[in-house]
Nanobody, 124 residues
Framework: QVQLVESGGGLVQAGGSLRLSCDAS????????MGWFRQAPRKEREFVAG????????SYTESVKGRFTISRDNAKNTLYLQMTSLKPEDTAVYYC?????????????????WGQGTQVIVSS
C-alpha cells in the first residue's frame, strides 16, 4: 500500500511560481512510475506531468511545457512539481499519483494510488 501526501499549494498571482511536493510512504518508492494530474471546477481530471522510476524520462501536457518541471528524489521518497509563469487557467486541485510500474502513463485509469490533492489558485 502506498500513501501519498501533497503539499505546497496555495494562492499566487499570475506569473508567479509554486513548488508542489508529494511525500510517499512506499517501501520501494523507486519502483513506481509517478505523475501529477489536476482537476479544475466542472472539468475532467487531466494529466499534467509524468516521470519514470529513475527520473530519466518525463512527459508534460502541452499547456505546461516549458513552465512546469517534474522531478523526484528517490532517497527522500518525494515527488516534486515546480510550476513557473503560472496562469489563471492553471487553477485546479493537483493530485500526486503512483502506479505499480516503473514507467508513467498519461491515463487516469493506469494509476493505482492517489493523494488527497492540493489546491492551486492563480489570480489574474
Amino acid at each position: 500500500q502506498v500513501q501519498l501526501v501533497e503539499s505546497g499549494g496555495g494562492l499566487v498571482q499570475a506569473g508567479g511560481s509554486l513548488r508542489l511536493s508529494c511525500d510517499a510512504s512506499a517501501r520501494a518508492f523507486g519502483a513506481y512510475g509517478m505523475g501529477w494530474f489536476r482537476q479544475a471546477p466542472r472539468k475532467e481530471r487531466e494529466f499534467v506531468a509524468g516521470i519514470n522510476w529513475s527520473g530519466s524520462m518525463t512527459s508534460y501536457t502541452e499547456s505546461v511545457k516549458g513552465r512546469f518541471t517534474i522531478s523526484r528524489d528517490n532517497a527522500k521518497n518525494t515527488l516534486y512539481l515546480q510550476m513557473t509563469s503560472l496562469k489563471p487557467e492553471d487553477t485546479a486541485v493537483y493530485y500526486c499519483v503512483a502506479r505499480s510500474s516503473r514507467f508513467y502513463s498519461t491515463a487516469v485509469r493506469d494509476y493505482d494510488y492517489w493523494g488527497q490533492g492540493t489546491q492551486v489558485i492563480v489570480s489574474s
